[in-house]
């Protein structure tokens, strides 16, 4: 069955792709394709005349959140969208940085001293949140982890769509709590390249260098774009103290390691992208206790990304997307360790999916898809095959979507429901509901979204006798915003979210084994604030967020003994703020806070060996970046200073385990370096 569905929507697939029939094609900017609405639609409104820019930031074209787009006051989630320019600005040395200005975002450390995030209280490490670049899913399908820190040029980001929220009904099992939309500057209308470079010191030594570049150019109708990375950093230049009070010195044995390279090309509506990337993580203390006398622990992830895409019109109101991707990993490879089994399997996704977008009216539009792909898994090391015994996994899912959107006069009202069917765990089956409308300042919106957190096909391997099911979340969200003036914008949202099945890792002690549950049940409820202003010279974010899991399920492991309104590694109160001024000469100074409050962890043990319980004090981070463009002909600069209260501010393991925190670097002086080509008018 799976065989001739497959076969049936690729040959399909195909036939679409590559057809050059356009006497049906709409004029003007097309905005029906998902993942084509990601790189080709997200570009700024303008409300009436010529918009403040506030107004073009806060009426953006969303497509992550629907497979419609809608303006990010009408959007059917809670979203944070973050401009290139922000970026550059605030200096920001990479995607921790720019995420941490996020109401609601933080991040906290699992095993081999990988890092990944958290959302509104809740530890997303394991494919709760998806991550994605230009529409490519970054998550890694054994574990469905992506590695934060040094994981990607915030050089080449164009802009940043984030949701705090359910996401699966268009984008599938790892959105279950939020999305992450990196959306690159891909293309260029005209000749162009640019390279640039940072480093960065503490008062220990270098602790960070990079350089990377872009190039962008059309011959007739073909856009290409290539750009490449190479980049090193310490996560701490800190002494690291295990659970057992053995320490190391960070400085020089916590390298992350990052290399990219990408190929876009784009021919009329048909998009071809290629991307390479190879991370590595180095610790000394992977799992428990620190490890002086030996090489130092590396784990290396590499993918590789290849997404085919069009826009197909069939009339005016009919349109076919096609897209079609293969995505290979090797996460998590390491070597034999003391005690320990070298890690050393691959795994590969192919996926195939269509939608059809038909719009009744200008008002009215129904979008309806399928998609299915093949998850493969394979062992590299005979002699350690997976859990069943064998070298070779593959499960089979299926799923069809529809969304139906309707904009009256006093509300838009989105629905749409998903199903998969999975050969490894069975069915999951999510709703939505949105209520949006913006009346001139003022916008509302009315969210109920269900999502789901697929099994990846380690949790599938690894699964008890009982078997493993999808988790299951369920999300209520109001937001209320204003824009004030034309220059400031606030919005509040109200939130509670509550998983049930939550899949645990669990090691039974008895059997030596590792495993995966679905435990009883998680969640959070809270509140989150975010204000905007913006003008020519000046322009400030605010945020702060809150959550509490008092009165509802928690994960055994996440409890923080009396302490019911939180959960392991992530602080109830969260503020962040970023300031920029523009002086004369376009010299700016940006000026950078992030405030955590109270956390708890498990990082000592008392003389009997048991687990104590440990409160990390509330903490900020100050940081201030200096830039200035054009310093001559195409040329920027900008140096920084970064936690310059040198706060501990260390990255926490959200489960109860043998895992210390992760202290931060030390204070940091950073240098970035950009040169811009000039451009060259094209034929």
Request: glycine residues 8%; charged residues 20%.
């Amino acid at each position: 069955m799976f065989k001739f569905y497959s076969l049936r929507l690729l040959v399909l697939l195909f036939v679409v792709c590559f057809s050059t029939h356009t006497s049906n094609a709409q004029t003007g900017t097309d905005t029906s394709g998902l993942y084509d609405m990601s790189i080709e639609q997200l570009m700024q409104l303008k409300a009436f005349g010529v918009s403040s820019e506030t107004e073009q930031l806060i009426n953006a074209l969303i497509s992550t959140a629907s497979n419609r787009p809608f303006s990010t006051r009408e959007t059917p989630n809670i979203v944070t969208v973050i401009t290139a320019e922000e970026i550059r600005r605030s200096g920001a040395r990479d995607l921790v940085d720019v995420l941490r200005l996020v109401p609601g975002i933080d991040m906290g450390q699992d095993v081999e001293g990988v890092v990944s995030i958290g959302v509104r209280g809740l530890w997303g490490g394991e494919g709760k949140v998806l991550v994605q670049v230009d529409g490519q899913e970054l998550n890694e399908t054994l574990y469905g982890f992506v590695p934060m820190g040094n994981c990607f040029p915030v050089e080449r980001i164009n802009r940043i769509e984030i949701i705090r929220g359910p996401g699966s009904i268009v984008n599938g099992g790892f959105a279950e709590y939020a999305v992450i939309n990196i959306i690159t500057d891909a293309f260029s209308s005209e000749k162009q390249a640019t390279v640039d470079s940072h480093a960065g010191a503490t008062a220990r030594g270098l602790t960070k260098y990079g350089a990377g570049g872009q190039v962008w150019f059309k011959q007739n109708q073909v856009q290409v774009s290539i750009r490449a990375s190479y980049n090193d950093a310490y996560r701490s230049d800190r002494e690291h103290v295990d659970v057992f009070g053995e320490k190391y010195d960070m400085f020089g044995s916590s390298l992350i390691h990052n290399q990219q390279a990408a190929l876009n090309l784009k021919w009329k509506k048909t998009r071809f992208n290629y991307t390479y990337n190879l991370y590595n993580v180095a610790t000394r203390s992977p799992f428990d206790s620190t490890y002086t006398n030996i090489p130092i622990f590396d784990a290396r992830f590499e993918n590789h990304r290849i997404a085919l895409s069009n826009s197909f019109s069939l009339s005016k109101k009919w349109t076919l997307d096609p897209f079609l991707s293969y995505a290979y990993y090797k996460p998590w490879e390491s070597r034999a360790y003391p005690g320990y089994y070298p890690y050393s399997r691959c795994a590969d996704r192919t996926k195939i999916r269509l939608n059809t977008n038909y719009k009744f009216k200008r008002k009215m539009a129904i979008v309806i898809g399928s998609e299915f792909f093949i998850d493969r898994g394979r062992a590299l090391i005979d002699s350690l095959p997976f859990i069943s015994g064998k070298n070779e996994v593959m499960y089979y899912n299926s799923s069809g979507f529809a969304e139906f959107s309707w904009k009256t006069r006093f509300v838009n009202i989105l629905t749409g429901v998903r199903f998969d069917h999975n050969s490894g765990f069975g069915n999951a089956l999510v709703p939505r509901i949105a209520l949006t409308k913006k009346f001139g300042h003022f916008n509302y919106k009315i969210l109920y979204n269900e999502s789901f957190k697929a099994p990846t096909i380690e949790n599938v391997d690894i699964q008890t006798a009982a078997g493993i099911r999808a988790e299951l979340s369920r999300s209520f969200e109001l937001e209320v915003g204003y824009l004030i003036g034309r220059k400031a914008f606030v919005s509040a949202n109200l939130f509670q979210v509550t998983s049930n099945n939550p899949i645990v890792y669990y090691y039974d002690a008895d059997q030596n084994l590792d495993q995966y549950i679905n435990g009883r049940g998680a969640g959070t409820r809270g509140g989150e604030l975010e204000f905007n202003y913006r003008d020519s010279l000046f322009s400030l974010r605010f945020s702060y967020s809150y959550y509490s899991a008092r009165g509802l399920k928690k994960i055994e492991s996440a409890i923080v003994p009396g302490h019911s309104n939180l959960l392991l590694a992530f602080p109830a109160h969260k503020a962040s703020l970023s300031a920029t001024y523009i002086f004369p000469k376009e010299i700016a100074c940006n000026v950078s806070a992030q405030f955590l409050g109270e956390r708890f962890d498990y990082s000592s043990r008392d003389s009997l060996g048991t687990k104590q319980l440990t409160r990390i004090e509330p903490e900020l981070m100050l940081n201030i970046f200096i830039s200035r463009d054009n310093l001559f002909h195409g040329f920027d600069i900008g140096l920084g200073c970064y936690n310059i209260l040198n706060s501990t501010f260390p990255i926490i393991l959200p489960y109860a385990n043998d895992l210390a925190p992760i202290p931060s670097l030390s204070r940091e002086f950073s240098v970035r370096v950009r040169y811009r080509f000039a451009a060259q008018k094209t034929n």
